[in-house]
Nanobody
């Protein structure tokens, strides 16, 4: 089993940057593909970025491609989301999630953190 805890969210002005972290507990963290998802009020949870268990493959939603970067450090049991050139449309609760295989579908992920709020002001 894996427990996930997000951190690094906050309030930032448009054009600014934040780095989110997701700390995982569990001895099998390195075997899980990881993803970042976000959910704005009144909307469904959507895929943001994903990374394979080895870190060799990454993939992004079109809305964040070129601005966000996902990475992982298996030695530290941590996955990151570097967010640059933020806009108000990026405002949401951001969640990290783990799965036994790479996917963009939140319904397929087995493990979830509690989320961290990101608010981008104009």
């Amino acid at each position: 089993q894996v427990q996930l805890v997000e951190s690094g969210g906050g309030l930032v002005q448009a054009g600014g940057s934040l780095r989110l972290s997701c700390a995982a507990s569990g001895r099998t963290f390195s075997s899980y593909a990881m993803g970042w998802f976000r959910q704005a009020p009144g909307k469904e949870r959507e895929f943001v970025a994903g990374i394979s268990w080895s870190g060799g493959s990454t993939y992004y939603a079109d809305s964040v491609k070129g601005r966000f970067t996902i990475s992982r450090d298996n030695a530290k049991n941590t996955v990151y989301l570097q967010m640059n050139r933020l806009t108000p449309k990026d405002t949401a609760i951001y969640y990290c999630a783990g799965n036994t295989y790479s996917s963009t579908d939140p319904d397929e992920y087995a493990y979830w953190g509690q989320g961290t709020q990101v608010t981008v002001s104009s």
